[in-house]
């Protein structure tokens, strides 16, 4: 599935089973609140913390579906804002290329 292909998907599922767009706002909430819920995750699986009981599921299974509710949310801002994620991702792709070609390689921090 393309970028394109899930927004599409987004749009269609939107507007048949879950009524409507939320507003911008309440959107944007709802991203910080799945990004929060990834970023918990993580560091429980990668980080120092630990899980309060045990957990039963696979923990890639759970990782995988967070990053798919930040994205399902993430797709949502950007049809009710008219913004093309195909263009935006090829877009910022080659800006981080022009700006940053050389950068990375020249940093001594994340030679080996």
């Not at 929060?36 to 699986?45: H, K, W």
């Not at 913004?83 to 022009?98: Q, Y």
Request: proline share 1%; hydrophobic share 40%.
């Amino acid at each position: 599935m393309t970028i394109s292909d899930a927004q599409k998907k987004v749009d269609l599922w939107i507007k048949t089973i879950g009524v409507r767009y939320f507003n911008e706002l309440t959107n944007l909430a709802m991203l910080t609140e799945e990004v929060g819920e990834l970023a918990r995750l993580i560091a429980r699986i990668y980080g120092e913390q630990s899980f309060k009981q045990a957990i039963t599921a696979d923990p890639k299974k759970m990782l995988s579906d967070e990053m798919a509710d930040v994205l399902f949310v993430l797709i949502c801002l950007a049809n009710q804002m008219d913004i093309d994620l195909d263009d935006a991702l090829e877009k910022n792709l080659d800006k981080k290329t022009n700006r940053d070609s050389l950068r990375h390689i020249s940093n001594e921090k994340l030679k080996e």
